[in-house]
Nanobody, 125 residues
Framework: QVQLVESGGGLVQAGGSLRLSCAASGRTFNKYALGWFRQTPGKERAFVAAISRSTGIVYYDDSVKGRFTLSRDNVENKVYLQMINLKPEDTAVYYC??????????????????WGTGLQVTVSS
């Protein structure tokens, strides 16, 4: 059974930085796509970034381009979302998501079958 364990959330002032991590376990992964989404109360989960395990190709939402960097460690089956210059509008619960039937990274929540439990990221002004 695939498990995703997220870490690294918290409270930071505007302009600050955080690094989120997501560790995948539960099976041998030959391929996968892993994405980060975020959600605020009353809204649907919104795409943040996604990466292909095999190619390393990364997609970003326009709202985070230039501020967020997604990287992977294929040995540990981990991905890291480095977030800099954080803004109050980045405040949300951040979710890690994985799809292991493809290594094409998707930008919609329904692309992914497996989800983490979520991390709160709060950016104060």
């Amino acid at each position: 059974q695939v498990q995703l364990v997220e870490s690294g959330g918290g409270l930071v002032q505007a302009g600050g930085s955080l690094r989120l991590s997501c560790a995948a376990s539960g099976r041998t992964f030959n391929k996968y796509a892993l994405g980060w989404f975020r959600q605020t109360p009353g809204k649907e989960r919104a795409f943040v970034a996604a990466i292909s395990r095999s190619t390393g190709i990364v997609y970003y939402d326009d709202s985070v381009k230039g501020r967020f960097t997604l990287s992977r460690d294929n040995v540990e089956n981990k991905v890291y979302l480095q977030m800099i210059n954080l803004k109050p509008e980045d405040t949300a619960v951040y979710y890690c998501a994985l799809e292991d039937n493809t290594d094409v990274a998707g930008r919609t929540a329904d692309w992914y079958d497996h989800w983490g439990t979520g991390l709160q990221v709060t950016v104060s002004s």
